[in-house]
């Protein structure tokens, strides 16, 4: 049997990209975003549902995302589907939650962080080799750089 794990997204930021930087230096960036899907019924009624996601970015794609968006930009993100496992620190109870590793992701307007701006212009669309995160079986989170 052949799997496929790709995800296509493009909605807006729900937030700010948050960075940390990990063991070794690598860093990764993480941000909401949403994806209004508007439609009409049968009887004439106008709706908006919301799909809000959560993505992950590595390296320096990352970086570039913290310079050049901010929450309410608008995005397309090419990635893949992880579900992160985790117990609750109040109830012992497993707990998961469904991200996208973002492989690539490019900004969709003109419009940049103020920072981005004093630094010079603003790169179309960032792209970069698949990010190497740190493999979760090894300690201390250090990873390849690629």
Same mark, same amino acid.
């Given at each position: 049997m052949m799997a496929m794990n790709k995800v296509m997204l493009a909605g807006n930021l729900t937030r &700010?990209? /948050?960075m940390k930087e990990l063991n070794g230096g690598m860093t990764v960036g993480t941000f909401g975003l949403a994806m209004n899907e508007r439609y009409t019924t049968q009887d004439g009624q106008?709706?908006? &549902?919301?799909?809000?996601v959560d993505v992950e970015v590595w390296g320096k794609q990352a970086e570039a995302c913290n310079r050049?968006?901010?929450?309410?930009?608008?995005?397309?993100i090419e990635g +893949?589907? +992880?579900l992160e496992r985790w117990e609750d620190k109040t109830s *012992?109870?497993? +707990?998961?939650?469904?991200?996208? +590793?973002a492989d !690539?992701?490019?900004?969709? @307007? *003109?419009?940049?962080?103020p920072q981005a701006e004093a630094s010079g212009p603003r790169?179309?669309?960032?792209?970069s080799p !698949?990010?190497?995160?740190?493999?979760? @079986?090894?300690?201390? *989170?250090? /990873? !390849?750089r690629g």
């Amino acid at each position: 049997m052949m799997a496929m794990n790709k995800v296509m997204l493009a909605g807006n930021l729900t937030r &700010d990209v /948050a960075m940390k930087e990990l063991n070794g230096g690598m860093t990764v960036g993480t941000f909401g975003l949403a994806m209004n899907e508007r439609y009409t019924t049968q009887d004439g009624q106008q709706h908006e &549902d919301v799909c809000f996601v959560d993505v992950e970015v590595w390296g320096k794609q990352a970086e570039a995302c913290n310079r050049c968006l901010s929450k309410g930009a608008p995005a397309f993100i090419e990635g +893949r589907l +992880r579900l992160e496992r985790w117990e609750d620190k109040t109830s *012992g109870k497993g +707990r998961a939650k469904l991200l996208v +590793r973002a492989d !690539r992701v490019q900004f969709l @307007n *003109g419009t940049t962080r103020p920072q981005a701006e004093a630094s010079g212009p603003r790169p179309s669309s960032v792209v970069s080799p !698949r990010p190497q995160p740190p493999p979760a @079986n090894r300690p201390g *989170g250090s /990873a !390849r750089r690629g």
